[in-house]
């Protein structure tokens, strides 16, 4: 079993678009998170939640917007998409202390035309 | 802020030679250190950790050490293989809600 995942692994599509990309974990965790991986490999943290509840922001334009519809789930919905978005996006989960490892999806491509 | 600075990429080996990939941090307090691993495709995989000053993570032949006084956490292999041809990153953890700032990434190169 995939202990996260995320769908889609690729998405393709024009700026000014709205989309989403899914991400579910099984491990029983209280806190996930989504990241962001530019180009020349940098990871960024975009959001955290932990129990549902926005824990960390940074600084992210208000057109990224996550739900969490439950502990299990982190979605990230993203409108009027830009060129500068095109990115790898990682979601990952943890128990949620700060000793604890993170656990990532295989990502999702997202290139924008 | 914290912020981690790993060694500039990337790094060629041929196969059986040592490896060392330097990371330095800067932190309020006492983080936890991390090294991650991306193979070509995937996510990151947890390589190894340590928690305190000191401590000593090792996994699949790696080896790093906590170092306070340097504020280092350099990682090391003894004779690495065609298969460790990855993205290694080194991370720091806020010992909060568990949120990792990662070094910028060393690409690894290792050629029969």
Redesign the interface.
Known sequence: DTAVSQTPKYLVTQMGNDKSIKCEQNLGHDTMYWYKQDSKKFLKIMFSYNNKELIINETVPNRFSPKSPDKAHLNLHINSLELGDSAVYFCASSPGQGDSPLHFGNGTRLTVT | GDSVTQMEGPVTLSEEAFLTINCTYTATGY??L?WYV?YP??????LL?A?KADDKGSNKGFEATYRKETTSFHLEKGSVQVSDSA?Y?CAL??????????G??T?LTVHP
């Open positions: 983080p936890s991390f991306q495709g995937e996510g990151l995989q947890l950790k928690t993205v990153f953890s806020d010992k909060g809600y568990g949120k990792l700032t990662f910028q990434g690409i």
